[in-house]
């Protein structure tokens, strides 16, 4: 069965760059969301869509942006980026009509910055 | 706010020993629960749920009950493997409101 596809699987940017990670759901699921997992940490809410409209907004630094497009896919658009963003970003997926609160996670963006 | 607290690890057993790891959690309303495993470098998999009282889910030999009265979901398999090493995260969700709520993750590691 299809997964939530993330890009890329690993980056590592330098301090106050920007970076943007891409998340493609399972097909037919109408909501998104992102999650950022530090170093040991458990995974904490940032943003989520649905039907691109922003649906709810966590944790999230006003420098991270993100957007759903009208494929369904999602963007996080981070900027000036601070070494405290180093961490895994989870994109996870999920469909009204199969039960919208199961989400299903892709494998993360493992973040570095040095 | 909702909150999810989960037994601490990280926590050793001997293959083919009995597991448990403990959840309990704080919400309005009737969330639903979940458990989710992460293996080694790897992300999030769903493992089971349940989504009103007394449902049990259950899946590659775990199981857990949603407790109303003690707002408990405990994690239990009753014969581990090695390969169920991975850090295990409680979770909840709640109507109208989806956004996972995680607990601090409990790391097992099993033992041949």
């Known amino acids: 069965a299809a997964g939530v596809i993330q890009s890329p699987r690993h980056l590592i940017k330098e301090k106050r760059e920007t970076a943007t990670l891409k998340c493609y759901p399972i097909?037919?699921?109408?909501?998104v969301y992102w999650y950022q997992q530090g170093p040991g940490q458990d995974p904490q809410f940032l943003i989520s869509f649905y039907e691109k409209m922003q649906s709810d907004k966590g944790s999230i630094p006003d420098r991270f942006s993100a957007q759903q497009f009208s494929d369904y896919h999602s963007e996080l658009n981070m900027s000036s980026l601070e070494l405290g963003d180093s961490a895994l970003y989870f994109c996870?997926?999920?469909?009204?009509?199969?039960?919208?609160?199961?989400?299903?996670f892709g494998p993360g963006t493992r973040l570095l910055v040095l | 706010g909702d909150s999810v607290t989960q037994m601490e690890g990280p926590v050793t057993l001997s293959e083919e020993a009995f597991l448990t790891i403990n959840c309990t959690y704080t919400?309005?309303?009737?969330?639903?629960l979940f458990w989710y495993v992460q293996y080694p470098g790897e992300g999030l998999q769903l493992l089971l749920k349940a989504t009103k009282a007394d449902d049990k889910g259950s899946n590659k030999g775990f199981e857990a009950t949603y407790r109303k009265e003690t707002t408990s979901f405990h994690l239990e398999k009753g014969s581990v493997q090695v390969s169920d090493s991975a850090v295990y995260f409680c979770a909840l969700s709640n109507f109208g409101n989806e956004k996972l709520t995680f607990g601090t993750g409990t790391r097992l590691t099993i033992i041949p």
């Open positions: 996870a997926s999920s469909s009204t009509g199969q039960g919208r609160e199961t989400q299903y």
């Open positions: 919400a309005t309303g009737y969330p639903s």
């Open positions: 097909p037919r699921h109408d909501t």
